[in-house]
């Protein structure tokens, strides 16, 4: 019964982080606002910034990954190996929602000494899409983060407890 809930724990988690980064994908992929002040029009998309497109393609890495893995059987001797593609997918996670959050962050607010103009207030629906796409990705990451943990624990086993 503990080995079925572990399974299944596991399972949910890894569901849940697969829905968070497809998420985070389709928000970020159809984020697209056309802004027009007097004679100039701004056009802003994910793709004329290219920490949203590593963005978009981690999460994409992630989405594909989790959906795989979804499917390994649990008497597979690949799960060892799961839990280094768990280290790894989680510190892509981590660097392109720290690169996308950089980028949105000046897209908010500007940055005085470089010269940058904020944009959200011109394209305000773009920003409020990027916004939830990068809190999707956070859940990605949050989810992934306990999935590390509970691999780890499970698959592992770091404490040595099971008797052999």
């Not at 949105?104 to 500007?110: F, L, N, T």
Request: charged share 10%.
């Amino acid at each position: 019964m503990v080995k079925l809930t572990q399974r299944l724990g596991g399972l949910v988690l890894r569901f849940a982080a697969f829905c968070a980064a497809l998420g985070a994908v389709i928000a970020m992929i159809t984020s697209r606002e056309r802004s027009s002040f007097f004679v100039i029009s701004l056009v802003a998309k994910y793709s004329d910034l290219a920490a949203f497109k590593y963005f978009v393609i981690a999460n994409a890495i992630v989405t594909v990954y989790s959906f795989l893995v979804l499917f390994l059987p649990k008497e597979s001797l690949l799960w060892k190996f799961v839990v280094v593609l768990d280290l790894m997918v989680t510190m892509l996670l981590t660097s392109s929602l720290s690169a996308a959050v950089a980028v949105a962050q000046v897209g908010k607010r500007g940055n005085a000494n470089a010269g940058w103009l904020p944009i959200c207030g011109q394209v305000p629906r773009f920003c409020d899409q990027i916004t939830g796409a990068l809190i999707a990705g956070l859940v990605a990451l949050v989810l992934y983060v306990f999935l590390l943990i509970f691999s780890i624990h499970h698959v592992v086993d770091p404490f040595l407890l099971r008797k052999s």
